[in-house]
Nanobody, 118 residues
């Protein structure tokens, strides 16, 4: 069982930055891939980024070059640094955990709202 607690969302102007955190607790956290999905109003949930170890990361094409995912193995916490934010990045961001090789997440965070608006 893994518990995920998110923080760091908020309101930011276009071009601004935010950093999301996802603190994981439970058994064998280090064996899980951590990442984020996001869901905008009226749209399906979509993957944003994931990390297993620093050399194993993935990003959606829409965020490549602007978002950076990292992971602190000691704190069992993942971070999503979001730069050059656009209005289309507005969504609820959900942290997740899944075993590597599984198609779908096993655990979800509570979600945090990110709003990009002037």
């Amino acid at each position: 069982q893994v518990q995920l607690v998110e923080s760091g969302g908020g309101l930011v102007q276009p071009g601004g930055s935010l950093r999301l955190s996802c603190a994981a607790s439970g058994s064998r956290v280090s064996m899980y891939v951590l990442g984020w999905y996001r869901q905008a109003p009226g749209k399906q949930r979509e993957p944003v980024a994931s990390i297993y170890v620093p050399s194993a990361t993935s990003y959606a094409d829409s965020v490549k070059g602007r978002f950076t995912i990292s992971r602190d193995a000691v704190k069992n916490t993942a971070y999503l640094q979001m730069n050059s934010l656009k209005a289309e990045d507005t969504a609820v961001y959900y942290c997740y955990a899944k075993f590597r090789g599984n198609a779908e997440p096993s655990y979800w965070g509570q979600g945090t709202q990110v709003t990009v608006s002037s």
